[in-house]
């Protein structure tokens, strides 16, 4: 699937497992590390989200107008500090390509941008289905069967004034290490 990903515009990033205090009013279900070398590394992530839009956000300040990024990485969850590999996609901004005769600006990216990405991957038997998320402003479960593997949306307002966006950003994030997504070997 990273082929693909990269065929179709996207970057792989690698973003450190351990994330900043300053998202701690966001998530919710981070583990505090007991010695943390500094105010950037003080939370083993739950999700892949915060080092995708930091990365969102300074791509911005180098001057970025469209940015597709995926994140291949582990993930940990509350209590037990449990190890998941997931994938994170996330793109904001325009369109890359040329205008045509009947447009006069680029078109943003939106969701079916993303679902198009999330389809590109290949998972055998994938469905959607509308979800509340916190984070979102609307969010999409992303299922095989009777098994969630994962959501996707539109950020909502406070993650698109932290990553400093103008535009809708749109993420989502997936279990590779689920049984169901394994089967499609994703």
Same mark, same amino acid.
């Given at each position: 699937f990273?082929e ?6 996207f970057?792989e990033?690698?973003t450190?497992?351990?994330?900043p ?7 919710e279900?981070?583990?505090e ?5 500094d105010?950037?590394?003080v939370f083993?992530r ?16 180098h ?9 291949? @990485?582990n993930?940990f969850? #509350?209590? *037990?500090?449990a $190890?998941?590999?997931r994938?994170? &996609?996330? =793109?904001c @901004?325009?369109i890359?390509? #040329?205008? *045509?005769?009947? $447009?006069t600006?680029n078109?943003? &990216?939106? =969701? ?7 389809e ?9 289905r509308?979800?509340?998320h ?6 999409i479960?992303l ?10 949306g ?5 993650w698109?004034a932290?990553?400093?966006?103008k535009d809708?950003?749109y993420?989502a ?14």
């Amino acid at each position: 699937f990273r082929e693909k990903l990269v065929a179709t515009g996207f970057y792989e990033i690698r973003t450190s497992t351990l994330i900043p205090r300053r998202y701690f009013e966001f998530m919710e279900g981070m583990t505090e590390v007991r010695n943390p070398r500094d105010e950037w590394h003080v939370f083993l992530r739950p999700g892949l989200m915060p080092g995708l839009l930091r990365a969102l956000e300074l791509s911005f300040r180098h001057g970025e107008h469209a940015v597709r990024l995926f994140e291949l @990485g582990n993930t940990f969850t #509350v209590p *037990d500090c449990a $190890q998941m590999r997931r994938l994170g &996609l996330l =793109l904001c @901004g325009d369109i890359d390509g #040329v205008q *045509d005769w009947r $447009q006069t600006t680029n078109r943003k &990216l939106d =969701l079916f941008d993303l679902k198009g990405a999330i389809e590109l991957i290949g998972i055998p038997n994938l469905s959607y289905r509308r979800i509340h998320h916190s984070d979102f402003s609307a969010a999409i479960a992303l299922q095989v069967g009777d098994t969630d593997i994962g959501f996707a949306g539109q950020l909502n307002s406070g993650w698109k004034a932290e990553a400093s966006a103008k535009d809708p950003i749109y993420f989502a994030e997936l279990d590779v290490d689920a049984p169901v997504t394994r089967e499609g070997q994703l």
